[in-house]
């Protein structure tokens, strides 16, 4: 079974500071899909951004980035020129292209990160 | 509105009382999910449909009951409900066509069992 895991629990940094937050994964599938979701303290779930694992290109949403290193099996979100809105829980999410019985390709969510951005 | 609504965003019950969870979209999404959170263990799938009629179990399905009589609505029933299920609860939907589609959520309801 595919695992996600989030090492840390929480991180806090000031405005305007570049954060990175850290995402390892298990799993035995060459294709795959990661996602990184915020969560605010209104509880939505939003994706933030999401990267193919065929692609080599890191992708790359306005101040948000990801470094994808499929080999180590890892996935961190880079945050530039934070802001008090993205003050958020932080889920990295897995999903494998394997079809199961209806193909629902289900999302594993890792334990999540609390960020606060402080002004 | 457009888009994935959730009812009854807050809720308290009893053990033992039956408690069910609307979720309703208008995207006509094909695939439905429901997940709980829990501190220390992020989402985790409860049940989830790939259509109308069609159902199936995720990684915590026990002490719940799903039915998808229409393609918008997916809702989850606890039948008996008990302390452990005291948690927040997400829905989500997506359309078909592989990993490229996002899964939407809803806003959640809180739900506590006494």
């Known amino acids: 079974a595919q695992t996600v895991t989030q090492s840390q629990p929480e991180m806090s940094v000031q405005e305007a500071e570049t954060v990175t937050l850290s995402c390892t994964y298990d799993t035995s599938e060459n294709n795959y899909y990661l996602f990184w979701y915020k969560q605010p303290p209104s509880r939505q779930m939003i994706l933030v951004i999401r990267?193919?694992?065929?692609?080599?290109q890191n992708a790359t949403e306005n101040r948000f980035s990801v470094n994808f290193q499929k080999a180590a099996k890892s996935f961190s979100l880079k945050i530039s020129d934070s802001q008090l809105g993205d003050t958020a829980m932080y889920f990295c999410?897995?999903?494998?292209?394997?079809?199961?019985?209806?193909?629902?390709?289900?999302?594993?969510f890792g334990q999540g990160t609390r960020l606060t951005i402080n002004p | 509105d457009a888009g994935i609504t959730q009812s009854p965003r807050y809720k308290i019950t009893e053990t033992g009382r039956q408690v069910t969870l609307m979720c309703h979209q208008t995207?006509?999404?094909?695939?439905m999910f429901w997940y709980r959170q829990d501190l220390g263990h992020g989402l985790r799938l409860i049940y989830y449909?790939?259509?109308?009629?069609?159902?199936d179990k995720g990684e915590v399905p026990d002490g719940y009951v799903v039915s998808r009589s229409k393609t918008e609505n997916f809702p989850l029933t606890l039948e008996s409900a008990t302390r452990s299920q005291t948690s927040v609860y997400f829905c989500?939907?997506?359309?078909?066509?592989?990993?490229?589609?996002?899964?939407?959520f809803g806003p959640g309801t809180r739900l506590l069992v006494l």
């Open positions: 989500a939907s997506k359309r078909a066509g592989g990993g490229r589609e996002t899964q939407y």
């Open positions: 995207w006509s999404h094909s695939y």
């Open positions: 449909s790939a259509a109308a009629d069609i159902t």
């Open positions: 990267q193919e694992a065929y692609k080599q």
């Open positions: 999410a897995f999903m494998d292209l394997v079809f199961i019985i209806q193909g629902a390709q289900k999302l594993v």
